[in-house]
T-cell receptor
Framework: GESVGLHLPTLSVQEGDNSIINCAYS??????FIWYKQESGKGPQFIID?????DKRQGQRVTVLLNKTVKHLSLQIAATQPGDSAVYFC???????????FGKGTMLLVSP | NAGVTQTPKFQVLKTGQSMTLQCAQD?????MYWYRQDPGMGLRLIYY???????DKGEVPNGYNVSRLNKREFSLRLESAAPSQTSVYFC?????????????FGPGTRLTVT
């Protein structure tokens, strides 16, 4: 798991800051999107999802924004905590298919 | 519920050896998946099984075979391991409802081929 972070874009923030992680997706026909969090040595964990008929969805301390015009997805984390340090992946589902296509990930480092 | 379990957690193989990675889920999910994860490459789909009795190739199937043994279990076999197959392997499962394609992941198997 620790080797996952090699060569990834990295976002470094201070504890308490808001974080924004961006993702460009590839297929304009994708209609469902997910954000996953992967801590070192563990499997990815679901954070939040959004369908293409929405442009914003909020969870606990997280918000996902979807801009279909430019095929862009973002994950906003409010009041970032050291426990949020992880690699974050976006994934897209193409309508009619049962698979997800994952982005390469962004490493978030939160310092106290 | 244990969720998605994978065995073994770690494995070292010599080139040419074979092995089977085991995966089981107790969530009554229809679909199961095998991914590999390499540094800087994200998760790449090897094979998947949309439902019991079916399997399909993903993005990187060469050098692998799979078996959907029953609804719970989906195994990945390396017949003749190569150093290029050194990776972390994740199994995942999904209920495949039209409202959600969320996949649940196991803890991974870290495989080194020397």
């Amino acid at each position: 798991g620790e080797s996952v972070g090699l060569h990834l874009p990295t976002l470094s923030v201070q504890e308490g800051d808001n974080s924004i992680i961006n993702c460009a997706y590839s297929n304009s026909a994708s209609d469902y999107f997910i954000w996953y969090k992967q801590e070192s040595g563990k499997g990815p964990q679901f954070i939040i999802d959004i369908r293409s008929n929405m442009d914003k969805r909020q969870g606990q301390r997280v918000t996902v924004l979807l801009n279909k015009t430019v095929k862009h997805l973002s994950l906003q984390i409010a009041a970032t905590q050291p426990g949020d340090s992880a690699v974050y992946f976006c994934a897209e589902n193409l309508s009619g298919y049962s698979t997800l296509t994952f982005g390469k990930g962004t490493m978030l480092l939160v310092s106290p | 519920n244990a969720g998605v379990t994978q065995t073994p957690k770690f494995q070292v193989l010599k080139t040419g050896q074979s092995m089977t990675l085991q995966c089981a889920q107790d969530m009554n999910h229809n679909s199961m998946y095998w991914y590999r994860q390499d540094p800087g490459m994200g998760l790449r789909l090897i094979y998947y099984s949309a439902s019991e009795g079916t399997t399909d190739k993903g993005e990187v199937p060469n050098g692998y075979n799979v078996s959907r043994l029953n609804k719970r279990e989906f195994s990945l076999r390396l017949e003749s391991a190569a150093p290029s197959q050194t990776s972390v392997y994740f199994c995942a499962s999904s209920l495949q409802r039209s409202s959600s394609y969320e996949q649940y992941f196991g803890p991974g198997t870290r495989l080194t081929v020397t």
